[in-house]
Every structure is written in structure tokens, then in C-alpha cells.
């Protein structure tokens, strides 16, 4: 299936690993030249080459949207914009052991960045003549939990500012959309400081054993299995294509059958 995505831009936030690189990946294979938003250059990033310029950035840096766009500016213009960089701690200690400080750290990394990038690039995608935002959100946007209660605030509120972008820039040929994946095959969730590992720390159980509690807690997949990266990366290429071109304001779960009530 043709896309229609080649000779496009796109920026894409959290670009160096996990579902962001592999994001980058899929743009890239599709004749899309990505902006790739990361702290650091990876390996894997690195590795595609000139199809790929790095700018290393921290999104909880005001500044750093607006540094993004000029780069995108620079090669003629914006056409695409993937929200992606996000973060989350386990809060074991519960609702009363977080300081506003870890509060506004986790809106600043998950909520804010979202928002002062599309405020950033809006007006870049209407000087194109129209664009696609596509953010990955979270199950936790509706899946409210004690044990992520910060991340899951920050998430809902992602997914409610999705929706009222996708109504007020419709009219200017602007596409917003999201992406709430469940466990996803990424570092965030299995690393060695990914939730598996601090939940087995804190559960004192082996890691096998804290990834199946988290999970089974949640409700389990239907699938049996986590969502691949790439798996992810396939609906953003999507939502970024004119195939989905009357596609807003929808959100896409993509959860191995977790979320049983939706």
C-alpha cells in the first residue's frame, strides 16, 4: 500500500529508542525525512543515516520546540509531527508520598512537552497547507492507576488537549490523533530500570514473576503477549497518511485485548 508519504518531514520527540526509534524507522523507510528529537544519538539512530537529522534536545526544555521547528523550517517545512517523549515511575509509597515536585516532573515530561510542541509546529503545518499530529498516549489515560496515578493524570490530560486541537484546526486541514498503547516491548517496561524491574525490587519477587503480577493487574492479554514497537510505528504511519485522511480527534488502542470495556 502506497502511503503517499515520501519527499515529506516529520519531527519525531523521544526518536532514540523504543517506540520512538522504531517511529523513526518506519517514516524513514516510507521516503519520509525525519527530525529525530532525542537527548542523545543512539547506535540505532545513528545507523539510518542521512535520512535522519539528529537534534539533541530536552523536551522539558521550553526552548526546545521551537529549536525543533527551525530545523524544519530550514529544509522547506513541516508536514508531520509524532509526539512521543514520555516517562513514568512506579509509585509504590502511594498518592501521599508524591511531592508536587515529582508532579510537575512528570507533566512537564509527558503533558507539557506535548503541548509546547504542537503550539510550535501548528503554525509551521498551516504555512504547508495542512498536516498530521499523531501523539502516543497511554492506556493509563483511561486506565487510571495508583501505582502510575501522575503518569495516568498527565496521560488523560494528552488525550483530552488531542481531541480539542483536533476541533479547533480542522478547518486548516490539521489532523490531531492519538495512540494509547499498552505494554509495550521497550525498555520502559522491560529494561533493567523499567517497570518489570523496579516492581520486582519493590515486590521482592524475580522479574518474571513482578512483569506477570503487574500485568495480570491490569486485566491480562487476550493476546498473550506485548505490543511490539514496530506494531505501534504501523499505526502512525497511518494516521500520518492521507489513507486516513477524515481520521481526527480518534484515539487508537493498541493493548493485546487488556483493556476489556472499552
Not at 522504531?22 to 535520512?51: K, Q
Amino acid at each position: 500500500m502506497d502511503l503517499g508519504l515520501n519527499g515529506k518531514t516529520a519531527i519525531v520527540t523521544g526518536a532514540g529508542k523504543g517506540i520512538g526509534l522504531a517511529v523513526t524507522t518506519a517514516l524513514v523507510a516510507e521516503g519520509v525525512h525525519v527530525i529525530a528529537a532525542s537527548r542523545s544519538l543512539t547506535p540505532d539512530l545513528e545507523a539510518l543515516g542521512d535520512d535522519v537529522t539528529f537534534v539533541s534536545v530536552d523536551l522539558t526544555d521550553p526552548d526546545a520546540p521551537g529549536r525543533l521547528v527551525a530545523v524544519a523550517r530550514e529544509r522547506g517545512g513541516l508536514d508531520i509531527l509524532v509526539n512521543n517523549v514520555g516517562a513514568v515511575s512506579l509509585r509504590g509509597d502511594g498518592f501521599l508520598a508524591i511531592d508536587d515536585d515529582a508532579w510537575r516532573r512528570t507533566f512537564e515530561v509527558c503533558f507539557f512537552s506535548m503541548l509546547r510542541m504542537s503550539r510550535a509546529a501548528i503554525p509551521e503545518l498551516i504555512a504547508r497547507g495542512g498536516g498530521n499530529v499523531v501523539t502516543i498516549g497511554s492506556v493509563n489515560a483511561f486506565l487510571p492507576d495508583p501505582g502510575v496515578i501522575d503518569y495516568s493524570a498527565a496521560k488523560a490530560a494528552v488525550w483530552n488537549l488531542s481531541k480539542s486541537l483536533s476541533k479547533e484546526y480542522g478547518p486548516a486541514n490539521l489532523r490531531f490523533n492519538s495512540i494509547s498503547p499498552g505494554p509495550v516491548a521497550t525498555d520502559l517496561w522491560l529494561g533493567d530500570q523499567g517497570v518489570a524491574a523496579t516492581a520486582a525490587k519493590q515486590l521482592g519477587v524475580d522479574f518474571a514473576t513482578a512483569r506477570d503480577t503487574v500485568i495480570a493487574g491490569q486485566g491480562g492479554f487476550s493476546t498473550g503477549r506485548f505490543t511490539q514497537p514496530s506494531e505501534v510505528a504501523d499505526l502512525v504511519l497511518l494516521l500520518a497518511s492521507d489513507r486516513a485522511g477524515n481520521v481526527t480527534g480518534s484515539d487508537f488502542l493498541i493493548d493485546g485485548g487488556l483493556i476489556k470495556t472499552l
